[in-house]
C-alpha cells in the first residue's frame, strides 16, 4: 500500500518536473518582440463577430495597442500598425482615438503616406473630431515641406466645432509659409463674417491684417531684392522702389502703421513688426526616423 | 390565468435551483468584472472597452442561460414523466407551455437585472459618475433583455417539439444565425438573393437589438431600435405560437 502511494507521488512529480521543464522551453517564444502574426480582413471579422462590429474592432484594438507599446518595436518594424489600425477603423469608424493614435505614431516611425492615410480616413469619417486634420496639416508641412496642403487641412481642422482658436493661427502660417495668402485672407474674412463674440472678432482682425500686410510684404521684399542686386546696399526708403519702377505704390500698411525694411531687407510694419519666418529646407527640420538595424548616429 | 402563474413560479424556483443557471451566473459576473480588467489595457478611451466588453459578457451569458434552460424545460418534464401528473390537472398545454415560457422570461430579466447593475456599479464606479449609466446604458440593457425573451422564446419551440440535446443546439444554431442578419441582409444583391431573403424572414434578427455601438458613443438608439423591439416582441410571440400548435398536437406517451 505504501509502495503504491510513493509511486503514485512520484508520478505526479515526474509530471509535474516535465511540465515545469517545457514550459521554461515554450517561454523561449516570448523572447521576441511582440508581432501581429496576420491582420485579418474587415469583411471577415465582420462576419465572424455575430454582429458585434465595435467589439471585432475593440479586441483588434487592444491587440494594436500591445503590438503599439512593445519596449523594442524598433527592432521589430512598424509595418503592421497601419493594417490593424485601417480594420479597426473599417469596424468602427468612429473610433477616433485609432485614427489618432495611428497617423501620430506612423508619422513618427517614418511611415508618412500611411499616416497621411490614416489621417484623412478620419477626418473624412469624422468631422467634428478636429486633431485629426490638425496632425494631418502638421505630416504635410513638417514631412512633405508641403504647406499649401498643410494650410488646406489647417482650415478644415480651424472649421471643425471644438477646434481651439490657435488653429486659425496656423491657418495663415501655414499658407503664407506656402505663398497662399489670398487663401488665408478669403479663409480669414469667412471666419470674421461668421464670429460671434466681439473677443474672436478682435482675434480675427488681427490676423486678417497679419494676412494682408504678408501678401503685399512678399511683392515688397522682391522689390527690395531686386534693388539690392542692381546696387548691391538696400535702399533708404520705400518710396525709391517706386521711383526705381520695381513697385507700381507703396502698399499701405494693414496694421495702421507704415513700412519699412529692416536690417535683414524683410519689409515691416511699424505698428506691428512680426513677420512670419520664412520655412526652414526640410533637411535643416527631419530628423530621420532612427532604427536599431540602421546603427545610432556618431 | 392562475395557473400560468403558478407554473411560472414554478419554473423560476426550480431554474434558480439549477447548477446551470447559478455557474452561468457566476460566470457572467465574473465577466462583467473581468471587463474591468480588460479595460486596463487599452491606450486611453477606456470606457469604449469597458462598455463594450461588458455589454458582450452579458449577453454571451443571457443568451446561453436562454438556450441551455430553456431547451431542456418542456422536453426535460416529458423525460422525466412530470408532465402526465401536471396535465391530468385542469391545465391546457398551451397554459402549461405559456407558464414554463414565463417563468423562463423572468429568471432571464432577473439575470439581466444583476448584470446589468454589477455592470452599472462597474461604469459609474470607473468614471466616478453617474454619467454613464443614462439613457444609453438603460436602452441597451432593454433591447438585450428583448433579444433574451426572442431566444429562450425559439428554445421553448424547439423543446415543444425534439429532444433536450437537440433542442439546444437548434437554438444555439438560430441564436448564432440571428446574430449574423445584418450580414445576410448585404447578400441581397446579385443572382440568387431568394436564399438570404427567405432567411432574413426566418431567422430572429438578434443583430438589430444589439445596442453596442450606441453604449460605446453614448448616443440613444436609433428609432429603428424600438421597430426592432416591437419585432422582436412579435417574433417571440410567433415561435410561442407554433411551439402551442406543435405541442397540442404532440404525442406524450
Known sequence: ?298 | MRHLVAISLVTVREVLRRKLQVNLLFFGVALVGASYLMGGLTLGERYRILSDLGLTAMQLIGVLVAVFVGSNLVTGDMERRVLQPILAKPISRSGYLLGRYLGLALVLVLNLSVMAGLFALILAADSGSLRPVGRAFVEAVALQGVQFLVVGAVAILFSAITSPTLAAIFTLAVAISGQMTGEIRALWHGPGTWIPRLLWYLLPNLSSLNANEALVYRTPPPAQAWLAALYGAAYAGAALALAVIVFERRDLR
Open chain 1, 1 to 298: 500500500m505504501r509502495t503504491f502511494r510513493i509511486i503514485q507521488i512520484a508520478t505526479f512529480a515526474g509530471f509535474a518536473l516535465a511540465t515545469w521543464l517545457l514550459a521554461s522551453r515554450l517561454d523561449t517564444g516570448r523572447l521576441r518582440p511582440y508581432d501581429v502574426g496576420i491582420v485579418p480582413k474587415a469583411s471577415t471579422l465582420r462576419w465572424l463577430s455575430l454582429g458585434h462590429p465595435t467589439l471585432a474592432a475593440n479586441l483588434l484594438w487592444l491587440k494594436a495597442v500591445q503590438y503599439i507599446g512593445e519596449p523594442r518595436a524598433n527592432e521589430r518594424g512598424w509595418e503592421k500598425l497601419y493594417p490593424l489600425a485601417d480594420v479597426v477603423t473599417d469596424l468602427d469608424p468612429r473610433h477616433g482615438y485609432a485614427y489618432q493614435v495611428a497617423g501620430t505614431l506612423l508619422s513618427t516611425f517614418g511611415h508618412v503616406p500611411e499616416s497621411n492615410a490614416i489621417l484623412e480616413k478620419g477626418t473624412r469619417a469624422l468631422p467634428d473630431r478636429y486633431i485629426l486634420p490638425y496632425l494631418r496639416a502638421f505630416n504635410a508641412f513638417y514631412y512633405d515641406d508641403d504647406w499649401t496642403t498643410a494650410g488646406r487641412f489647417a482650415e478644415i481642422s480651424a472649421r471643425s466645432p471644438g477646434a481651439p482658436p490657435h488653429v486659425r493661427q496656423n491657418v495663415l502660417a501655414y499658407y503664407v509659409k506656402g505663398q497662399r495668402a489670398d487663401a488665408a485672407i478669403a479663409f480669414l474674412e469667412q471666419s470674421l463674417a461668421e464670429a460671434k463674440d466681439p473677443e474672436t472678432r478682435k482675434a480675427v482682425e488681427g490676423q486678417l491684417k497679419q494676412a494682408l500686410l504678408e501678401r503685399d510684404a512678399v511683392r515688397v521684399d522682391e522689390a527690395v531684392e531686386k534693388w539690392r542686386t542692381r546696387y548691391v546696399i538696400g535702399p533708404l526708403f520705400l518710396e525709391q522702389l517706386v521711383g526705381e519702377k520695381l513697385l507700381p505704390a507703396i502698399p499701405p500698411d494693414p496694421h495702421g502703421g507704415e513700412l519699412y525694411v529692416d536690417e535683414e531687407g524683410r519689409v515691416r510694419s511699424t505698428a506691428n513688426p512680426y513677420r512670419f519666418s520664412k520655412p526652414e529646407p526640410l533637411w535643416a527640420r527631419i530628423p530621420r526616423p532612427r532604427s536599431e538595424k540602421e546603427g545610432k548616429a556618431p
